[in-house]
């Protein structure tokens, strides 16, 4: 059953740069209502192509200027060479942005496998190390509880974390998982290879149960059975899916904090409906001087 979590928890939400005027009054909508739960801090995701790096500066930059919240910028090794990326970091760092997610970065569609950009940062820990040298930033890293998918092996993957928290890295947020063994046996893997930073569960509330499995598979994330049987027969019908996805996300959540996690990742998908829903359900209430505004369809 469902109920409002013993202990105090921290939060943190994860969006992504909008492309269309639609999707950008979407994701605004979703700011702001999530802006009352008072996150640690929002993440905003990082394309490979110039166009879409704009748009995350766009969007960093609207949230320092337009919200109490305090964004973390991602940053990719793709498609730029050291001097680019070291002067957007130096862009955000006297904007007042200080903190960033150090990522390797997937390759563009048209070339599939990865290659480092000559001149550019190889891997996210030589990121993470030419980021900690220029600035005192706090860093964020990605972890893959289930391995990520082009690493050769779970201790390849795991050795790769360790790099990069050696290089500086002060948190890692993991994959999204649907089976909380995957994230215990990982944490107590990532512990005794001494990585002792936080771990931080990243959690993905299912909004289309088809596309989820079908973006678990790419990333390397095994999807239960049960949890097909939960939403089996739900593909057309979104109110009840939404109540059955809040549900499922707050008891893997309760789960976790009864076995000591104290802080919580959500990918939002730029929708905040289900992360207030769940974050509602987890017992976080906006300030009393916080009126939240309903997130309404467009």
């Known amino acids: ?158 050795d790769n974390l360790k790099r990069k928290i050696d290089a500086g890295a002060t948190r890692a947020i993991t994959q999204f998982f649907f089976s909380n063994d995957v994230y215990f046996r990982f944490l107590e893997r990532a512990r005794r290879a001494g990585i002792h930073v936080p771990i931080v569960p990243g959690i993905m509330p299912v909004t289309n149960f088809v596309q989820m499995r079908k973006f678990a598979k790419t990333a390397g994330a095994s999807v239960p059975d049960k949890l097909g049987q939960l939403f089996d027969g739900l593909e057309n019908d979104p109110e009840t899916l939404k109540l059955v996805a809040a549900t499922v996300a707050a008891e893997q959540c309760q789960a976790l904090e009864r076995e000591g996690v104290r802080e919580f990742h959500f990918y939002t998908l730029n929708r905040a409906d289900l992360s207030y829903a769940i974050c509602h359900i987890l017992g976080l209430r906006p300030a009393p001087s916080s009126a939240p505004v309903p997130e309404r369809a467009p």
């Open 1 to 158: 059953m469902t109920a409002p979590l013993a202990h105090p928890f921290a939060i943190s939400f994860e969006f992504f740069p909008p492309n269309t005027a639609e999707m950008e009054e979407t994701l605004w909508r979703s700011i702001k209502r999530l802006e009352p739960l008072a996150p640690q801090f929002v993440s905003v995701t990082y394309g490979a192509a110039g166009s879409a790096r704009e748009r995350t500066h766009r969007t960093v930059r609207r949230i320092l200027d337009e919200t109490t919240l305090i964004p973390a910028a991602h940053l990719t090794c793709v498609g730029a060479i050291r001097s680019e990326i070291d002067a957007v970091a130096d862009t955000y760092w006297n904007a007042g942005v200080r903190h960033l997610v150090a990522l390797r970065g997937d390759p563009p569609p048209d070339h599939p496998k990865y290659s480092p950009t000559p001149g550019g940062y190889d891997f996210a820990a030589d990121l993470v190390h030419g980021l900690r040298s220029r600035r005192d930033f706090e860093i964020s890293v990605a972890a893959y509880p289930e391995g990520h998918p082009e690493a050769a092996s779970l201790d390849a993957d795991l």
